[in-house]
């Protein structure tokens, strides 16, 4: 829906993945940081490209951790680290609870839209790190989409 709304591509984080990444998710063997760290980079390839032809790109990644979106932050080429407000790369958190967190991704799961076992969602949640340095924008996942689009377009606009 961000896409639609921004008119711009979106792209799913997901579809990012090596097959023995998504083998071992299915296995339900946590990824570790030498895993991701190949993903994050091919992601970060793409977001460069756009990002360099001035496009306008939506991504939705489970980038946890403080390090994961330094490399996203790296697609801008004029990001210095630590110069958050002024990267081209923004990050909006959805936060919620792991009972809504679970109930979605079995949703997901149920109708084959995803290949993480819900054995795996507590290490999501142990990795999360939101540093209020990063000037993450947070909002609830509980609130519907459009609410979460809405709000989001004010933010940026």
């Not at 001035?54 to 210095?80: F, H, M, N, W």
């Amino acid at each position: 829906m961000l896409g639609k709304a921004l008119s711009c591509d979106f792209l799913d984080a997901d579809d990012f993945h090596s097959l023995s990444n998504r083998d071992k998710m299915r296995q339900g063997i946590a990824l570790t940081d030498e895993d991701r760290k190949p993903w994050l980079e091919k992601i970060q390839e793409s977001l460069r490209k756009r990002l360099l032809n001035e496009e306008t790109v939506v991504l939705a990644c489970s980038s946890l951790r403080k390090q994961y979106r330094e490399i996203l932050r790296g697609s801008d080429p004029d990001y210095k680290p630590g110069s958050y407000t002024s990267c081209k790369v923004k990050f909006v958190l959805l936060e919620g609870n792991a009972e809504v967190i679970a109930a979605r991704l079995q949703k997901r799961a149920s109708e084959g839209e995803h290949f993480m076992p819900l054995t795996l969602l507590q290490s999501q949640f142990d990795l999360l790190q939101a540093d209020e340095c990063e000037k993450i924008f947070k909002i609830s996942v509980v609130l519907t989409p459009e609410v979460i689009v809405n709000t989001i377009l004010e933010i940026e606009a």
